[in-house]
């Protein structure tokens, strides 16, 4: 779990640098492309797709303006 205030930290951060909503998806898709890519095809599965997506969806909602 990541405390409020580090949250609030890193939105303001990513504001202050012109982080919009939108990229956030965009990291996502490279951010699981690599790390599937770094555990191997044949390690990655379903599960580990599904975990690792609610983790940073948590994260990019507490670091958008919107979130």
Same mark, same amino acid.
């Given at each position: 779990? $990541?405390?409020?205030?580090?949250? &609030? *930290?890193? @939105?303001? $951060?990513?504001?202050? &640098?012109?982080?919009?909503?939108? *990229?956030?998806? $965009? $990291? =996502? +898709?490279?951010?699981?492309?690599?790390? =599937?890519? +770094?555990?191997?095809?044949? &390690? %990655? @599965?379903?599960?580990?797709? @599904?975990? %690792?997506?609610? #983790? *940073?969806?948590?994260? #990019? #909602? +507490?670091?958008? *303006?919107?979130?």
């Amino acid at each position: 779990m $990541v405390a409020d205030t580090t949250l &609030k *930290y890193l @939105s303001s $951060v990513h504001l202050q &640098k012109g982080v919009i909503d939108p *990229y956030f998806e $965009v $990291v =996502k +898709g490279l951010l699981l492309r690599t790390i =599937k890519e +770094g555990i191997g095809e044949e &390690k %990655w @599965s379903d599960d580990m797709n @599904s975990a %690792w997506t609610e #983790a *940073y969806d948590q994260l #990019a #909602a +507490g670091c958008s *303006y919107q979130g």
